[in-house]
């Protein structure tokens, strides 16, 4: 209940990994659209992933482009002498200008595979990184398969220790696998809105983790956003309503899957568990091959989300 192996790598981890998309704090497309969680406390950040830590948290999911950068800078000053304590991936495959806090695009070269590696390094204060993903969900499978050989040379250089993609298409996600020795794990959307049966079973079959992508549903599943509370803020993402993310339109929970979400709550909150808490027991029950990366931005959330490690199963 408390340890999973992430996949092919054989690397242990605690069974619930955490997101650090929050915690990189406001970044922005051209248009000025929202791609951040709202405004952060680096302080506070820092006392939540400590607090993660302290849980039995030892998975930090990260990207180049969270905050443009800044949430892998914040997470290198967390785990800034802890760095052997802790299992560290982050992404590839978005383009940024960091000092404007702006997205800017996509490159699925090769050559940004290695210099986006390089500014990783750099940001999170390190010289290797544990797991390093393919960020482009929709990327053509041929394209994916053009990197292969690439992530192989940074295994065989030391400054990876295993890739993966994060896509939801199982057909996609199981012949990258089937062709790259050391991919060792997918990151999908699955939670208990949305099970994604197709893809736990390719992971099953080849040895991968499963590290679930919005396991409370952008916030969904914590129950804090249902009928006439405000709506988010505008520097929030899920004032957006883009096709990836259904459960909020506008900054407001969709009332038909909040009714959803309170019809789940009985069988969810049993035995004392919150709402959060019970959608994550769901998962870690659903398939030992599947690792939670639930964010956090508050030594609060960490405490509710990952004292769920500590919690017998469901």
Request: with cysteine.
């Amino acid at each position: 209940m408390t340890t999973r192996t992430l996949g092919r790598s054989g690397i242990e981890v605690g069974a619930i990994g955490m997101g650090c998309w929050a915690i990189g704090g406001p970044f922005w497309s051209p248009q000025g659209e929202p791609f951040g969680w709202g405004t952060v406390d680096d302080a506070e950040s820092i006392r939540t992933v400590h607090r993660a830590i302290d849980l039995g948290v030892t998975l930090f999911d990260t990207a180049s482009n969270y905050g443009a950068g800044h949430s892998e800078r914040v997470l290198g000053r967390a785990v800034a002498g802890r760095r052997e304590r802790v299992v560290i991936a982050s992404k590839f495959g978005h383009t940024f200008d960091e000092p404007r806090q702006l997205a800017t695009g996509v490159d699925s070269s090769v050559e940004y595979l290695v210099s986006c590696l390089d500014g990783i390094l750099d940001r999170l204060g390190t010289d290797y990184l544990d797991l390093y993903q393919l960020h482009l969900n929709d990327l053509p499978l041929q394209t994916a398969l053009t990197m292969v050989d690439a992530l192989e040379h940074e295994v065989d250089r030391g400054r990876i220790r295993a890739y993966g993609w994060s896509t939801d298409d199982p057909a996609k996600a199981a012949a990258f696998a089937d062709a790259a020795p050391h991919c060792t794990a997918i990151q999908h959307d699955q939670s208990v809105l949305h099970d994604n049966t197709a893809m736990i079973a390719v992971c099953e079959s080849r040895g991968l983790a499963s590290l679930a992508r919005g396991p409370l549903a952008m916030g969904l599943l914590t129950g804090k956003y249902h009928g006439d509370r405000a709506a988010l803020g505008a520097d929030d993402v899920r004032t957006l309503s883009p096709e990836w993310l259904p459960w909020f339109d506008a900054g407001r929970a969709v009332p038909a899957w909040a009714e959803r979400v309170d019809q789940l709550r009985q069988q969810l909150t049993a035995d004392g568990r919150t709402l959060a808490q019970g959608a994550l027991s769901w998962l870690l029950a659903r398939s030992p091959v599947i690792i939670p990366i639930p964010g956090a931005r508050t030594e609060a959330q960490a405490e509710e989300n990952f004292t769920t490690l500590k919690l017998a199963p469901m």
